[in-house]
């Protein structure tokens, strides 16, 4: 098994798709890897009956914490006692994030992702990166570089006067393009560290948390009179998102100053 996996399920299918059943485990051995003794994770299946046609193997797991973020060694499966291993290695990072690989060894790109097929549909569009191998000797460095999102935003200041009080509601639309972003900040007039999100926001479960900040300029001196409002999201998200405030006060002889973000 590849260098620090850890496998959280295993399932078979025998030659005509159907579910077989397997019995397996997981040993550290020594064993013999492309010539080489090497102490390594084996998986071992065990099958109730002898199987003379095509059999597979899915198995679901995790890496361990990479010593580098931005790097990882590529994982190798090695397949004992067979007289070829050859196959396709399928990257698909998050959106927000594109890979490369260097130092490839016996390891050949595949021209405009032809592979991808066999990936489910939640899968296809993540796909970056395809790699096949003619035997078990393959190695490679894969490198990944956090994309910038590109964020536009558009702003509507809503003013409603009753004979009793101001509503004041604050609309804003970001486009986000190129990556997943999981927060974004707006900086309002001090009053708005009393503002409420929308009921209708807050019940869509769109936003997990609102948190007020004191305001900082370019140059990270505060800025007077304002506050950074920042609207964390659940997961990453890109393309349209629509987030807002509302703060209602009484209505008062005194100047009043619409907001604008």
């Known amino acids: 098994l590849p260098a620090g996996l850890q496998v959280d399920r295993l399932s078979a299918l025998d030659g005509s798709g159907a579910e077989a059943t397997i019995e397996w485990a997981i040993n550290t051995e020594e064993v013999d890897v492309a010539g080489k003794k090497e102490k390594r994770k084996l998986l071992t299946v065990h099958l109730p009956i002898g199987q003379p046609q095509r059999f597979s193997l899915k198995l679901l797991g995790q890496l361990g914490k990479r010593t580098k973020p ?16 050859e196959g396709e290695i399928v990257i698909a990072p998050d959106r927000d994030m594109d890979v490369d690989a260097s130092n490839l060894s016996g390891l050949e790109r ?4 032809e592979v991808v097929g066999w990936l489910n549909e939640q899968q296809r569009p993540l796909a970056k990166l395809a790699m096949k191998f003619r035997s078990a ?3 490679a460095l894969l490198k990944f570089t956090p994309r910038t999102p590109r964020i536009t935003a558009t702003t509507l200041t809503n003013v409603h006067i009753t004979p009793k009080e101001i509503q004041e509601t604050l609309f804003f639309r970001f486009h986000v393009l190129d990556a997943g972003v999981r927060e974004l900040s707006v900086i ?15 019940q869509s479960g769109r936003v997990l948390q609102k948190i007020v900040e004191p305001a900082t300029g370019p140059d990270g001196k505060p800025l007077a009179g304002w506050v950074k409002i920042r609207f964390v999201l659940p997961e990453f998200v890109d393309g349209q998102i629509d987030v807002g405030l509302t703060y209602d006060r009484l209505l008062t002889e005194q100047k009043q100053v619409v907001a604008i973000p």
């Open 188 to 202: 309002v007039p001090k009053a708005f560290e009393k503002a409420r999100l929308p009921e209708a926001l807050r």
């Open 110 to 113: 595949v021209p405009g992702m």
């Open 137 to 139: 000797k393959y190695d």
């Open 70 to 85: 931005g790097e990882l060694p590529i994982p190798k499966l090695d397949v004992l006692d067979v007289q070829r291993q």
